[in-house]
């Protein structure tokens, strides 16, 4: 499988909502409920935001959601702050033994 | 407080070897599968390796199968993965991770220590 498809960059003013998709397939997006998101700060470590599509880990602020429809993911960060801006990578159970994750290619969140 | 740290990585010419470490803390090692996800410079996100909590079973990724071998040490809470034949491709940062319940749970993840291959 190749790797998740993820707009390359979005952007948001302080405040609003910004939504970011994550399309794969039904071998991996579409075919299990088991999709994650990771923020990464530059030069840090991804840090798990959302897990099982839609649960947040503790001490995740309740802003940041997560859904999916057939193929396609979403994470919708909403009350935009300055510190949201990361980038996000998007990641799929893709049920293969040499590859059971794939993630997507990142996407870059800038706040205006 | 749960944490994972690696160490080891370096710059080696292509051919080469290298062995990573990542200790972890703050948790039951022994009872969680466990993960290695590497970064090439400015590039997303790939995963690499994975093993067992008793390390009986171990996969990895097409690119690194017969080259690469993860392994652990859970009376010392380290997960290890030895790297020979390396390529210019192998370049990236190196995270360990501990799997969730479902392996997309990947929670914490350490620092990341860098490996460069080049002549």
């Known amino acids: 499988q190749s790797a998740l498809t993820q707009p390359r960059s979005v952007s948001g003013s302080p405040g609003q909502s910004v939504t970011i998709s994550c399309t794969g397939t039904?071998?991996?997006?579409?075919?299990?409920?088991?999709v994650s998101w990771y923020q990464q700060h530059p030069g840090k470590a991804p840090k798990l935001m959302i897990y099982?599509?839609?649960k947040r880990p503790s001490g995740v602020p309740d802003r940041f959601s997560g859904s999916k429809s057939g193929n396609t993911a979403s994470l919708t960060i909403s009350g935009l702050q300055a510190e949201d801006e990361a980038d996000y990578y998007c990641c799929s159970y893709a049920g293969s033994y040499t590859l059971p994750v794939v993630f997507g290619g990142g996407t870059k969140l800038t706040v205006l | 407080e749960v944490q994972l740290v690696e160490s080891g990585g370096g710059l080696v010419q292509p051919g080469g070897s290298l062995r990573l470490s990542c200790a972890a803390s703050?948790?039951?090692?022994?009872?969680?599968?466990m993960s290695w996800v590497r970064q090439a410079p400015g590039k997303g996100l790939e995963w690499v390796a994975n093993?067992?909590?008793?390390?009986?079973?171990?996969y990895y990724v097409d690119s690194v199968k017969g080259r690469f071998t993860i392994s652990r040490d859970n009376a010392k809470n380290s997960l290890y993965l030895q790297m020979n034949s390396l390529r210019a491709e192998d370049t990236a940062v190196y995270y360990c991770?501990?799997?969730?319940?479902?392996?997309?749970?990947?929670?914490?993840w350490g620092q990341g220590t860098l490996v460069t291959v080049s002549s």
């Open positions: 093993i067992k909590q008793d390390g009986s079973e171990k």
């Open positions: 099982d599509v839609s």
């Open positions: 703050g948790f039951t090692f022994s009872s969680y599968w």
């Open positions: 039904s071998s991996d997006v579409g075919g299990y409920n088991y």
């Open positions: 991770a501990r799997e969730g319940a479902q392996m997309t749970r990947f929670d914490p």
